[in-house]
């Protein structure tokens, strides 16, 4: 799957219109339901379409988070004002991100998703905010890594993390089979 720009698509900017965007405070996102973790990359609309299907199956919301880390490495004394402006603007492309990854996997789907939707945008360490968030939810769902050969083999440090702390059930989704 690939990003492309859901004004160019009537339907999906109509899809997109009542699903909320939010930042929120530490916690798992309420309603309890399906959780899908969702960085824009290849692997995480694979998990986002697989989140639609559970979300439908077991008749849950569906809870789209996407986690911005606004200093990864940390930053220098006095730099406060920079870093908060820096992550606001962060925390908005990512808004559209979002929006434009789930516009992009529902117009990859044979049908459209018919289930209750909300995004989310948090700031903190990816990580950290998914097992905080997994408390309480029914299932996460993380993309795997998607690389090819060997290394397929192998989780990324987050579906690994995940597997093995998450608060909920955990479904990786690989990469789909080479046709």
Do not use: K
């Not at 698509?9 to 339901?33: E, H």
């Not at 434009?100 to 044979?110: G, I, L, Q």
């Not at 289930?115 to 408390?135: F, K, N, P, W, Y």
């Amino acid at each position: 799957m690939t990003d492309s720009d859901p004004s160019s698509d009537p339907a999906a900017a109509d899809r997109l219109a009542p699903v909320t965007f939010s930042t929120l405070p530490p916690g798992p996102p309420q309603p309890p339901g399906i959780l899908a973790a969702c960085d824009g990359s290849d692997g995480s609309l694979w998990a986002l379409d697989r989140a639609m299907t559970e979300a439908e199956l077991f008749g849950l919301p569906l809870h789209v988070l996407a986690v911005v880390d606004p200093s990864p490495g940390g930053y220098p004394p006095g730099m406060t004002e920079l870093v908060r402006e820096s992550a606001e603007r962060l925390t908005a492309s990512t808004a559209d991100g979002l929006r434009r990854a789930v516009a992009t996997v529902e117009r990859a789907r044979d049908r459209p998703f018919e289930g209750r939707l909300s995004l989310h945008v948090v700031l903190g360490q990816v990580i950290q905010e998914l097992l905080a968030r997994s408390a309480g939810q029914h299932t996460l769902v993380v993309g795997a890594r998607g690389n090819g050969g060997f290394s397929r083999l192998l989780l990324g440090s987050v579906s690994t993390a995940a597997v093995h702390h998450a608060a909920c059930p955990v479904l990786v989704v690989p990469a789909p089979a080479r046709r």
